[in-house]
């Protein structure tokens, strides 16, 4: 995977607040699934914080029109985005748990996981619409907020990160890029991580701090 885009993700994702509840609208509606083929060896399945790489088409399910598909956007390659993170609709975080790669499923997304209330106007989808997808999922890997990560970040195992520990991390992924970075540029991600995470100020990012993708392994 290219640095930049591994970069970015791995930055976006250090400030992504909580979840929130569920809404009365969401707690009597439900995403429903559909898997149209599963593949019989199936080691890996997909979980929240994992990074995943997947077409899908998506669909009013009121009259079948299409209002989305990732093989026509932009070079037609499938879109990598992290699951559980609020990168794609809350109904798609849902619905594509548990996959296998290569797996594929058909979905329904009530408005309550969708647009609600007020659409989405950009992508012709009307106030409180129902929606379809069709997925594939073609690989899933290990995310940068995953438990795994915070691990090894965590070189001394005191279940907090130092600035120390992330400089380091931050430092074997800056090696990777094919364009050299100055140190004030990496010192800059570094004071940005913890502007966005440290939110007690005491110069370690803690496993709430870390929140996203707990696992109860944590």
């Known amino acids: 995977m290219h640095f930049l885009f591994r970069l970015a993700v791995f930055l976006s994702l250090w400030g992504c607040p909580n979840a929130q509840g569920q809404t009365k ?55 990598w985005f992290v699951l559980g993170v609020g990168q794609v609709i809350k109904g798609l975080d849902i619905a594509m748990m548990d996959m296998c790669p290569g797996e594929k499923r058909k979905v329904i997304i009530p408005p309550s996981f969708a647009y609600g209330k007020e659409g989405y106007a950009e992508r012709k989808i009307p106030p409180n619409a129902t929606l379809m997808f069709e997925i594939e999922l073609y690989a899933v890997t290990k995310g940068p907020r995953s438990i795994e ?20 991390y931050l430092q074997k992924d800056f090696e990777k890029d094919p364009k050299p970075r100055d140190k004030s540029y990496q010192n800059a991600v570094l004071e940005d ?22 696992h109860d392994e944590l």
């Open 25 to 79: 609208e969401e707690i009597t509606e439900e995403v429903k699934i559909e898997v149209l083929h599963r593949p019989e060896n199936c080691s890996k399945t997909s979980r929240k914080g994992d990074l995943l790489n997947a077409h899908y088409d998506g669909y009013l399910a009121k009259d079948g029109s299409k209002f989305y598909c990732s093989r026509t956007q932009g070079e037609g390659h499938p879109k």
């Open 149 to 168: 990560t915070f691990k090894q970040i965590d070189t001394d195992n005191d279940r907090q990160l130092s600035k120390a520990e992330i400089e380091v």
């Open 193 to 214: 991580i913890f502007k966005k995470n440290d939110h007690n100020g005491d110069g370690f990012i803690s496993p709430k701090e870390y929140n996203v993708h707990q």
